[in-house]
């Protein structure tokens, strides 16, 4: 079946330093979308990504996605005690659910 | 905002039991989701449901598991014959035609 991997599967880095994890799907996707989980939090949307080479920006966040569409990557600029948790990239294939990575779980030390 | 309620919040039950687990979406979102998320772990998709019925189930979702809208607004996924592996964080998610809604979770503990 559809598998959607991801890594790193923990990163710890120093407050200021960048940070970056990766989406490979198995299968090509629809869409992907990125979710955070805080610490005891339920994953919270941040983006979706639909066009083959996509790129988007929410402040020091970019989001990309590949043109064959089978990986997309998240890239954190100058991080902050505040972008601690999961990232959970999520692909959606042709039937329409939601396959989640296994997530990125980000520590910064401050 | 619009969000996802689900109850209880925290359900410990005994090994062979039968759990319900409750869910209100959002009320025009017209795809539901469950999902586990067994601690530290990824969230593993169990069950889409779309127009009153299944439309996609994973592995995990056996014979053992159920899911219901039994008052068109209520979303309840049942697990029969409880085991210790099933003791994990079960979201509920819905969505319209972009990002999924989840819900802050059912934690469940078997004993």
Not at chain 1, 32 to 60: C, D, M
Not at chain 2, 11 to 37: A, D, K
Not at chain 2, 48 to 67: L, T
Request: charged share 20%; proline share 4%.
């Amino acid at each position: 079946g559809q598998q959607v991997m991801q890594i790193p599967q923990y990163q710890h880095v120093q407050e200021g330093e960048d940070f970056t994890t990766y989406c490979n799907s198995s299968t090509t996707l629809s869409n992907i979308q990125w979710y955070k989980q805080r610490p005891g939090g339920h994953p919270v949307f941040l983006i979706q990504l639909v066009k083959s080479g996509e790129v988007k920006k929410q402040k020091r966040l970019t989001f990309q996605f590949g043109e064959a569409k089978k990986n997309s990557s998240l890239h954190i600029t100058a991080t902050q005690t505040t972008d601690v948790g999961t990232y959970f990239c999520a692909g959606t294939g042709n039937t329409g659910k939601l396959i989640f990575g296994q997530g990125t779980t980000l520590q910064v030390k401050p | 905002e619009p969000e996802v309620t689900q109850t209880p919040s925290h359900q410990v039950t005994q090994m062979g039991q039968e759990v319900i687990l409750r869910c209100v979406p959002i009320s025009n979102h017209l795809y539901f989701y469950w999902y586990r998320q067994i601690l530290g772990q990824k969230v593993e998709f169990l069950v889409s449901f779309y127009n009153n019925e299944i439309s996609e189930k994973s592995e995990i979702f056996d014979d053992q598991f159920s899911v219901e809208r039994p008052d068109g607004s209520n979303f309840t996924l049942k697990i029969r014959s409880t085991k210790l592996e099933d003791s994990a964080m079960y979201f509920c998610a819905t969505r319209s035609n972009t990002e999924a809604f989840f819900g802050q979770g059912t934690r469940l503990t078997v004993v």
